[in-house]
């Protein structure tokens, strides 16, 4: 069993680096990848205003602008490791579609703004608390995460919502519409905390495995 094990991991490392061994550097310090067939092509463009561009030859293009890169990536255009992981992270996840085009920004109250060509928009920022919130918008149907007076927090959708909530004797417990109910004990609690690193983050995680089955 290890050595199929070991096997699978040596051949997942290994195609890494063969799409790795596919990328390259042009003259203009910009990230390159072409296909084995030669039938896509990729780019990781860095403009005048050091934002980032991802484009493919399949017509779709996602601008990453400066103010977001440096809140959600830190210094990651001085980061070749980092960068490179980003473009093909991006090339994975838009080989296979076409037409897509999406902005991540920051706005002017330091919002994180997320927008595409799909009718989708996503807002992730602060309340007067100083507590995370988030809301999404598709097809002109709104969702949003919010933390309530009592600090738990709630996910409220057309169709269905969802609640995270500490009792008195500081144990969490998850519910949502469909009926699924869940008592966390303190040290699993922990567990979910060190995977996560937040309770907004646990909550995404409940709400994307048991409400959207």
């Known amino acids: 069993m290890m050595r199929k094990v070991l096997l699978v991991f040596l051949l997942v490392v290994a195609g890494m680096q063969v799409f790795a061994q596919k990328i390259e550097t042009d003259v ?22 050091d934002d980032l ?17 440096d809140l959600e990536y830190g210094d990651l255009l001085n980061k070749p ?4 992981d980003l473009f093909t992270s991006l090339i994975h996840e838009h080989e296979f579609d076409r037409g897509y085009k999406a902005k991540y920004a ?12 799909r009718n ?23 969702r949003s995460v919010k933390r309530g007076l009592n600090g738990e927090l709630k996910y409220d959708a ?4 969802a609640t995270l909530q500490k009792d008195i004797f500081d144990r969490w417990t998850y519910s949502d519409s469909l009926g699924n109910e ?8 922990r567990g979910l905390k060190k995977r996560f690193g937040s309770e907004e983050n646990i909550f995404h995680y409940l709400i994307n495995e ?3 089955l």
């Open 53 to 69: 561009i991802f484009s493919d030859s399949n017509g779709n293009e996602v601008t990453f602008k400066k103010k977001y890169l």
């Open 28 to 49: 203009f310090d910009n990230l390159v990848y072409q296909s084995h067939d030669e039938r896509y092509k990729a780019y990781l463009k860095q403009n005048i205003f």
């Open 81 to 84: 490791e980092e960068k490179l």
């Open 210 to 212: 048991f409400l959207y």
């Open 106 to 117: 920051v706005d002017i109250f330091d919002k994180l703004v997320i927008e595409d060509n």
């Open 182 to 189: 869940f008592k966390f004990s303190r040290e699993t609690w």
């Open 158 to 161: 057309p169709d269905e919502d």
């Open 120 to 142: 989708g928009k996503v807002e992730i920022g602060e309340d007067i608390f100083g507590n995370e919130t988030y809301e999404e918008e598709f097809n002109g149907e709104k």
